[in-house]
């Protein structure tokens, strides 16, 4: 194990909350009678229907394809038929396809005889990642197959894991990686077969020594070529620009991927994902949800088909202890606010946050008053001040000269900010602008 690291520069240090649900075991919740499958589960192009109301489909059955390059696949974790195709909201705001599927209840995905990975070929491994519907876990929803397709004149040096789960209170990461280690591990590997990478490594805060000891341990015992970097307590450091300058020690320039260092990131859930469906052919249709805030009667981690409305996950903790003054989708950093409960887990749902008014710090937006606060918190070394002013007066060009398009949206400004500007939604505000603008 080396010597605890982190990124040099900003970042912030709010406190993490993971006490709420750190030591609850996942527990798989039932699928519901009714699932709603939305078609755009993840960035890019949403995915082409491919069935219709009245439409009898089996688990694991693809029913939706993916419409583009960067698009994925998407499957039905239970068997069942078609009730309709609807459309609708999601956290984040989007308005897409959804198959509701009254599901029955003896059709239940069985998973295929167990393969050996080491036998397989990358591109085909790259194939089958395709066709069973992976994407990045950790939030941003990206097609992994897109991400271990190492463009020509490339080359991948290292695979770097995020088992850093910085976000506060999320914990399903870390019980993954205290539960489900060795799959990890093995996922990790397929990985590094994939995109040619000699090096593994795993990227883990110290707040989770528990998770760093275990993945030791199974290293050890199964001689893995894989290495863990403990990290110290930062966010945003699972951010790959910023795991990757606390990890390998390289920085990604402005403008470039980390491919273009000649690194692979990947969550640690998208590892135990990939191994799944590599080695028992496993769509990815299910995921683990932490749920979790002060207004939740008995937080915990669940083990959801994915499609499940997150009252059933509500229901599963006991319901709320007191109405919530904010309902969340994700973190509370990164995450999007709802209010429907009947939205449904997706891919990318990797918690749920029933927040009290204390704990959502609802405050009166003041004027700016140039502290420098936020410059110093970037992680980016931004100037979201001169930025936010920018995006306010329309001057999107000028934001673009200023990095905009550099911003994470990690919310770390946002965090420091006396005035309690709404400089994340203005940094969002001034992409989608400066995106019309350029078509």
């Not at 990890?247 to 273009?260: C, F, H, R, T």
């Not at 590892?271 to 299910?286: C, F, G, S, W």
Request: with cysteine; proline share 6%.
């Amino acid at each position: 194990m080396r010597n605890i690291s982190t990124f040099s520069k900003g970042g912030v240090h709010p406190a993490d909350r993971k006490e709420l649900t750190c030591t609850k075991e996942i527990v798989r919740l039932p699928t519901p009678k009714h699932i709603i499958i939305p078609f755009s589960q993840h960035l890019g192009v949403p995915a082409n229907p491919i069935v219709k109301k009245g439409d009898i489909v089996a688990a694991g059955d693809k029913i939706g394809e993916a419409a583009g390059f960067i698009s994925a696949d998407i499957h039905t974790p239970a068997a069942g038929t078609v009730s309709e195709i609807k459309e609708i909201f999601l956290p984040n705001g989007m308005y897409t396809k959804a198959a509701v599927i009254a599901v029955d209840e003896t059709g239940s995905l069985e998973l295929t005889e167990k393969r050996d990975w080491k036998t397989m070929d990358p591109h085909q491994i790259v194939a089958e990642v395709k066709d069973l519907g992976i994407v990045g876990m950790g939030g941003a929803t990206f097609p992994a197959n897109v991400k271990f397709s190492v463009p020509k004149g490339k080359k991948a040096e290292y695979v770097v894991i995020n088992g850093v789960e910085c976000e506060p209170y999320l914990t399903s990461d870390h019980r993954i990686m205290l539960e489900k280690g060795l799959e990890v591990l093995e996922g990790a590997l397929i990985i590094a077969k994939m995109v040619g990478a000699p090096k593994v490594y795993i990227g883990i805060e110290n707040n989770k020594k528990d998770a760093m000891e275990h993945l030791e341990s199974l290293i050890t015992a199964h001689h893995l070529p894989i290495e863990i970097q403990p990290l110290r307590l930062k966010y945003p450091q699972g951010d790959e620009k910023q795991l990757l300058k606390a990890v390998i020690g390289k920085e990604v320039p402005s403008g470039a991927l980390p491919i273009d260092i000649g690194a692979v990131v990947s969550n640690v859930g998208t590892a135990q994902a990939l191994y799944q469906a590599i080695v028992y052919r496993k769509p990815l249709i299910e995921r683990v949800v932490t749920v979790t805030g002060d207004a939740i009667r008995d937080p915990g981690n669940f083990l959801v088909t994915i499609g499940t409305p997150i009252q059933d996950l509500i229901d599963a903790c006991g319901g709320f202890r007191e109405q919530p003054e904010k309902m969340v989708a994700g973190g509370p950093m990164m995450g999007f606010a709802f209010y429907d409960l009947q939205t449904p887990v997706m891919k990318g749902t990797s918690g749920v946050l029933a927040l009290t008014s204390k704990e959502s710090r609802k405050e009166v937006t003041t004027a700016c008053i140039s502290c420098g606060r936020c410059v110093a918190a970037c992680p980016m070394g931004l100037q979201p001040t001169r930025l936010y002013k920018n995006i306010s007066v329309g001057n999107y060009t000028e934001s673009l000269g200023l990095g905009l398009l550099d911003c994470k949206e990690c919310g770390c400004c946002a965090y420091v900010c006396p005035a309690k500007l709404p400089l994340v939604q203005g940094m969002r505000l001034g992409k989608n602008m400066s995106r019309k603008m350029k078509k």
